[in-house]
């Protein structure tokens, strides 16, 4: 018996500390921590173990990737703007080795041609966007899935 995978690290990158002060139409109201009191309620309705971090420094977020599997079985990211143009990123989600799904507040598939192109995306079994909080729901049920398979 190998015991329960379910220790999730949900992954904040630049700018998602200004949840709350960014374009309410792409973004909504709530601030980063309602935001977190939310998704935690969701991962925990789905038995899962959440925690949560967040930063602006691009190398503080690699070494939050490159060490995860110390203590997470996955990991759902939202990178912000480093999501379009970050190898670094990109690399040290290749270092975490572990079942990731990105997601996004709004929808990046219907904005800006460059907020299309997520450098993540090969690395992930999964990507959510443009379905507001709610979709942090549907990235831990896709994570979940990824879990027990
Ligand atoms: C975002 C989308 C990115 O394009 C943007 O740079 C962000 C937030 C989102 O959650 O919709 O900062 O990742």
């Known amino acids: 018996m190998g015991g329960m995978r379910n220790r999730v690290e949900i992954l904040h990158g630049v700018n998602l ?11 909504g109201r ?3 921590p309602e935001l977190e009191v939310k998704v935690r309620r969701f991962a925990v309705d789905l038995g899962l173990e959440p925690s949560f971090a967040q930063t602006n420094h691009e190398g503080e977020f690699c070494e939050f990737l490159q060490r995860a599997g110390e203590t997470s079985h996955g990991l759902v990211l939202n990178p ?3 999501t379009h143009y970050s190898y670094a990123i990109r690399d ?8 990731a799904i990105e997601v996004h ?6 904005r800006e041609e460059w907020r299309r192109f997520s450098v993540i995306e090969e690395l992930c ?6 379905r507001g909080v709610d979709g942090y729901r549907d990235a831990l049920e ?5 879990l027990e398979r």
């Open 17 to 27: 500390d200004a949840l709350g002060r960014r374009d309410p139409s792409h973004y």
């Open 30 to 32: 709530m601030t980063l």
């Open 80 to 82: 912000g703007a480093w």
């Open 92 to 99: 040290a989600l290749e270092v975490a080795a572990l079942p």
């Open 105 to 110: 507040i709004s929808a990046v598939d219907d």
């Open 125 to 130: 079994a999964g990507r959510v966007q443009g």
């Open 142 to 146: 896709l994570l979940k899935a990824e």
